[in-house]
T-cell receptor, first 113, second 109 residues
Framework: EAGVAQSPRYKIIEKRQSVAFWCNPI?????LYWYQQILGQGPKLLIQ????????DSQLPKDRFSAERLKGVDSTLKIQPAKLEDSAVYLC???????????FGPGTRLTVL | SQQGEEDPQALSIQEGENATMNCSYKTSINNLQWYRQNSGRGLVHLIL?????REKHSGRLRVTLDTSKKSSSLLITASRAADTASYFC?????????FGKGTRLSVIA
C-alpha cells in the first residue's frame, strides 16, 4: 500500500512570496489533514477535510493560507504572502474515517528568508 | 485546551533499558494516540487507546490510560538505538487530534 505522498520535500522562498504544497493521501482515505510543525513543537492542525468538504479550519490563518481538496482526493495548501514565522514543516496526513489512526507523509520543510 | 503535555521533555537511556514517557491532558477525550517521529521525518502512528480502555500492548510498547487522572503513559521495553526519536501523545475529543510538544528519547548503544 502506497503511503501519503507530498511534494516538494524542501522549499526556500523570500518573505512576501507565495508557495504551494501538494498532498496525495492513501487511496480510499476519506479524511485529509494539513499540519504545521514548528521546530521543537508538536504538529498543529491547520485544516481537516472529509472528502472534499472542510471539517475544521479554525487554526488556519485565512488571510494568507488557503487549502483545497478538489474531487476529494489530493489536496493543495497555499501560503500567500509568506512571512518569516511560516518557516516550518508542513505535514499532510490521511485516515480512513477521521476517528482512527492517521498516516503521515514525509512533510515539506519550508524556509522563509 | 486538551493539548497533551509530555513528561519528561527529554530522556536519555542505555540500550536494553526501559523508557517511560508520560502524557497529561485537560479535558474529556474519545481516544489518545502515541506517535513517533524520527529526526526530519513524518510521524508514525504507534498505538491508539480509547477512553474506555485502560491498557494496550503492541510489541515492546505498553500504553496505559487513566481518565480519572487525565494521564497516559508509554512504556518501551528493552529499548534499542533505533528507538531514538521524538514521541508525541495526541488527544481526540470534541476537537480533532491535538498534539503535545513531545518527549525526545535518546537510546545510547
Amino acid at each position: 500500500e502506497a503511503g501519503v505522498a507530498q511534494s516538494p520535500r524542501y522549499k526556500i522562498i523570500e518573505k512576501r512570496q507565495s508557495v504551494a504544497f501538494w498532498c496525495n493521501p492513501i487511496s480510499g482515505h476519506a479524511t485529509l489533514y494539513w499540519y504545521q510543525q514548528i521546530l521543537g513543537q508538536g504538529p498543529k492542525l491547520l485544516i481537516q477535510f472529509q472528502n472534499n468538504g472542510v471539517v475544521d479550519d479554525s487554526q488556519l490563518p485565512k488571510d494568507r493560507f488557503s487549502a483545497e481538496r478538489l474531487k476529494g482526493v489530493d489536496s493543495t495548501l497555499k501560503i500567500q504572502p509568506a512571512k518569516l514565522e511560516d518557516s516550518a514543516v508542513y505535514l499532510c496526513a490521511s485516515s480512513q474515517t477521521g476517528i482512527d489512526e492517521q498516516f503521515f507523509g514525509p512533510g515539506t520543510r519550508l524556509t522563509v528568508l | 485546551s486538551q493539548q497533551g503535555e509530555e513528561d519528561p521533555q527529554a530522556l536519555s537511556i542505555q540500550e536494553g533499558e526501559n523508557a517511560t514517557m508520560n502524557c497529561s491532558y485537560k479535558t474529556s477525550i474519545n481516544n489518545l494516540q502515541w506517535y513517533r517521529q524520527n529526526s526530519g521525518r513524518g510521524l508514525v502512528h504507534l498505538i491508539l487507546i480509547r477512553s474506555n480502555e485502560r491498557e494496550k500492548h503492541s510489541g515492546r510498547l505498553r500504553v496505559t490510560l487513566d481518565t480519572s487522572k487525565k494521564s497516559s503513559s508509554l512504556l518501551i521495553t528493552a529499548s534499542r538505538a533505533a528507538d531514538t526519536a521524538s514521541y508525541f501523545c495526541a488527544t481526540e475529543g470534541n476537537t480533532p487530534l491535538v498534539f503535545g510538544k513531545g518527549t525526545r528519547l535518546s537510546v545510547i548503544a
